[in-house]
């Protein structure tokens, strides 16, 4: 039975795969050709997270509501690739979101409005046109009505924020239907592959990258923080879990092997090995009214971050 249902897994995780190297990006209003031109960055980028992306569209469809087809907003949708997968396996209408590639925060580049990105997915299939709106979702209201989405969609996200996760849990509070589900995934601040990198006395932070400050991780997080902060902010905590998940098969042998020890370690039923694996998804269900939160664990000079806005709670 087990080796059934692990057959079953590798052979989905290989179509997808197979489905993710026919996608490709043909037209971009967000970003022109930026994408488009960083071929060998996106492939890589499809091998490393596909087996997310596969976990990730198991718990949506898990915790997705009866009603169909879906309405998704996804934070953070570029490379568009889980936007293409979400189009393939689920009935839904999926909005996206970004900021321009190399834009600093506050900077204006004159993009309003929706704009359009057209995916070719191999040559049998139509082409996927995805509305894409171009904001900050750490400092900008949300351009949608109030209980716009069935869920919210962010993965991949919080780590690059700068400023305040806060503001993007109000409004996604408020952007979601009442009982609206929030799936958040994200790489674990302790993991083992940190701690070892730790005891060789090497730096664990992320290079500067050249698609600006939002471009790599500003701050990682621990499932005790992100409970914390998600509560706080009026969200119940469904499910969670942690998980080894990102493919390594490209990487030289000597690095498979020595990804596959600490992922073995960290697969230990023991408490302090569980909390060391390397990523992190949430699945919560917001209640109550928005709560503009800032847990003095997570946030310092907390004077100095806007005030609520009338009819909105605070903490």
């Keep these: 039975m087990a080796l059934g249902f692990f057959g079953l897994m590798e052979r989905e995780l290989k179509n997808i795969i197979t489905f993710l190297d026919t996608v490709e990006i043909d037209k971009d209003e967000v970003d022109g050709e930026a994408l488009k031109r960083a071929s060998d960055e996106l492939d890589e980028y499809r091998k490393t997270h ?3 992306f596969w976990t990730s569209l198991a718990l949506i469809e898990k915790w997705a509501p009866l009603a169909q087809p879906l309405r998704i907003l996804e934070l953070g949708s570029a490379p568009y690739f ?6 393939r396996h689920l009935p839904c209408q999926v909005v996206g979101v970004n900021i321009q590639a190399g834009v600093w925060p506050g900077e204006d580049r004159g993009v309003t409005g929706p704009k359009m990105v057209r995916l070719r997915r191999g040559a049998e299939a139509s082409p996927l ?4 709106h ?9 351009p949608f009505e109030d209980g ?45 592959m940190k701690t070892v990198a730790l005891l060789c006395n090497r730096s664990v932070e992320f290079p500067y990258s050249g698609y600006g400050i939002y471009g790599r991780h500003q701050r990682e997080f621990t499932v005790g923080e992100l409970k914390m902060l998600l509560e706080a902010c009026h969200f119940r905590i469904l499910e969670v879990n942690l998980a080894n998940i990102f493919l390594r098969s490209h990487l030289p042998a000597a690095k498979r092997l020595a990804f596959a020890i600490l ?10 090995f569980r909390a060391k694996r390397e990523y992190i998804s949430i699945v919560a269900e917001s209640f109550g009214k928005p709560c503009a939160a800032y847990p003095k664990n997570l946030y310092i000079h907390r004077h100095l971050y806007p005030a609520a806005e ?3 709670e605070t903490d």
């Design 50 to 52: 596909a087996r997310r």
């Design 82 to 87: 889980f936007t293409a997968l979400l189009d």
């Design 134 to 142: 171009v904001f900050n979702i750490e400092k900008d209201p949300f």
């Design 129 to 132: 046109e995805i509305e894409i």
């Design 310 to 312: 009338e009819g909105l």
């Design 263 to 272: 992922n073995f370690l960290s697969s230990l039923p023991l408490p302090y």
């Design 148 to 192: 716009s989405f069935d869920m919210v969609l962010c993965l991949e996200v919080i780590e690059h924020l700068t400023y305040s996760p806060t503001h993007m849990l109000v409004e996604t509070h408020r952007v979601l239907k009442e009982g609206g589900k929030l799936i958040l995934s994200t790489p674990n601040a302790i993991s083992i």
